[in-house]
């Protein structure tokens, strides 16, 4: 299932914009070190800005993760804002529901004079905003927003995924998970270089018991 915007509802006048809240998959192939995601919840506003839709948008989701020291799986919400123009594209078979998108010769030989004007476009930034790169094209009312959505919560997944910070992972000797048990390796515990820090911090302690 993917994350279809509807777009029917969207006038395209200068300013024209709609709010939308859409559930769907990610791709079967959105991998990263075995982590599992489940529905995404896209919410955002379409704005029409006069030649293109401009999406801003966050997309959540809840992930399954495999922490970094004990290796076991854990749950974490995910969330991050995107933004993404895109350009209509006129459909390749102009029949059918063609006829819907009003394509009119009007509008097509108004752009020139749009360009020229394009401060009017500058002005849909908020500032510090980061400007997409190039509109993406898209064909009829809908706008397929599987992609943008997955590149960016990929981008908030950790490095090192910890279930807890208070994790203390498998036993480097034996492999037992220390936040069930404990074990009877003798792991060194301390640098040999911070020992001298040690002794003080121990020496700090009996002073204050
Ligand atoms: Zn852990
Ligand atoms: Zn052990």
């Not at 769907?24 to 704005?47: E, I, Y």
């Not at 970094?68 to 029949?95: D, I, N």
Request: glycine letters at 10%.
């Amino acid at each position: 299932m993917t994350l279809l915007l509807d777009l029917s509802d969207l006038e395209r006048e200068v300013g024209g914009e709609v709010d939308f809240r859409i559930t769907g998959g990610l791709p079967d192939d959105a991998d990263v070190n075995g982590a599992r995601f489940g529905p995404v919840t896209v919410r955002g506003r379409a704005l029409w800005t006069g030649r293109t839709v401009l999406v801003r948008a966050v997309a959540s989701t809840e992930a399954v993760l495999t922490c970094s020291r004990c290796l076991g799986e854990f749950r974490t919400g995910l969330s991050a804002e995107f933004v993404q123009e895109y350009r209509p594209e006129a459909e390749t078979c102009p029949s059918g529901v063609g006829g819907d998108l009003r394509q009119d010769p009007q509008r097509q030989a108004r752009r020139p004079e749009e360009d020229a004007s394009s401060a009017g476009h500058g002005e849909v930034w908020a500032d510090g905003e980061e400007v997409p790169e190039e509109p993406l094209p898209f064909v009829g009312q809908t706008i397929d927003l599987t992609a943008p959505a997955w590149g960016a919560l990929v981008l908030e997944l950790p490095m090192k995924p910890v279930c807890s910070e208070r994790c203390r992972g498998l036993c480097p000797v034996c492999g037992t998970d220390l936040n069930r048990e404990s074990c009877t390796c003798r792991v060194e515990e301390v640098d040999p270089r911070l020992s001298p820090l040690k002794k003080l911090l121990e020496e700090a302690k009996e002073r204050s018991d």
